[in-house]
């Protein structure tokens, strides 16, 4: 087994991972910040000093979703500044690299079988065998670590990658460019959301990964459709039924929002164009921060 993508880059993952595995095949009512012509995930925020630029990303896709759409490609060229939820430069730090890699495993002498019931470990045992896996490789991992891994490495079979995911794209093509960037969070603070869940909300997804496993694919190619183009009631799902998780929701969606909203509002009170790049299922929503921004009477437009 290669695992190919480089640690730093898990957190970008593990989104996709939880996420997908909650996906429900029914879908919400629009809110009032969509445009029914819109044809993509971009956003235009316009206060009376300036207009930025919010792009939802797909942290996995394929070179085959490439190029974007123009209007998408047109922002990025109008704006002097990028803003990612982390500086992607960090994630080659040694430092970062190794942090990353022992975030998720058990420093301590325990192993999965402690962390799970007799009867979920031997599902869990079972189910990665069902897919050419024995457990004895992920016998340090906890188990949230576990089921990203698993999830990233189905993703690979199926041709996915973070070396195509929307934000690297367009961070690299910044650093190119001259473009500055910076980061909303740490790589550090992003993997401590996770490895904070409560032991009973690890189990809890980690056996939803594993019953859902088979229907990744399916799954995958319904958010990169609905991504592709801007239909987010396919993508609002998603974000309704993590809900069934408060400990998950709050820690990744909404606490992290309202640590968002004031940096948003200062690229709105400067005079440099921004562009700004978050997991779309930040930006949707009543508690989103496309409505939080309308709320506070800036003009919003899906583009």
């Known amino acids: ?34 445009q029914t012509h819109a044809t993509s995930c971009l956003w235009s925020v316009t206060s009376d000093q300036n207009t930025i630029y919010l792009l939802g990303s797909v942290h996995v896709l394929k070179q085959e979703n490439y190029p974007l759409h123009d209007t998408i490609n047109q922002a990025f060229e109008s704006a002097s500044h990028l803003v990612f939820e982390v500086n992607l430069d960090e994630i080659s730090s040694p430092l970062t690299q190794k942090r990353s890699l022992t975030k998720g495993l058990y420093t301590d002498g325990r192993t999965l079988r402690d962390a799970l019931s007799p009867g979920n470990f031997a599902f ?33 079979k199926l041709g ?10 367009f961070f690299q093509r910044a650093k190119a460019q001259g ?15 996770f490895d904070s869940l409560s032991p009973k909300t690890q189990e809890q997804f980690l056996l939803q990964t594993l019953d859902e496993i088979n229907i990744l694919e399916q799954q995958t190619h319904q958010l990169v459709n609905s991504w592709t183009h801007g239909q987010i009631e396919g993508l609002e799902v998603m974000l309704e039924n993590m809900k069934k998780f408060p400990e998950v929701y709050e820690a990744l969606i909404t606490r992290r929002n309202n640590s968002w909203l004031p940096h948003f509002e200062s690229y709105l009170q400067k005079h440099e164009t921004a562009m700004i790049v978050v997991g779309t299922l930040h930006l949707l929503g009543k508690q989103g921060l496309l409505a939080m921004l309308q709320e506070k009477g800036y003009v919003i437009k899906q583009l």
């Open 124 to 156: 869990t045992k079972s189910k990665l065998k069902n897919r050419g896996y024995s457990i004895e490789m992920f016998n340090r991992m906890k188990p949230w670590m576990l089921a990203t891994t698993i999830t990233i490495l189905e993703l690979q």
């Open 1 to 34: 087994m290669r695992f190919q993508q480089q640690p730093g880059s898990l957190f970008r993952l593990i989104l996709i991972a939880l996420t997908l595995q909650l996906l429900l095949p029914y879908s919400l009512q629009a809110n009032d910040v969509r």
């Open 179 to 193: 473009k500055t960037v910076e980061g909303l969070e740490t790589v550090e603070y992003q993997l401590n959301l």
């Open 160 to 169: 996915f990658g973070t070396d195509h995911g929307v934000d690297q794209h």
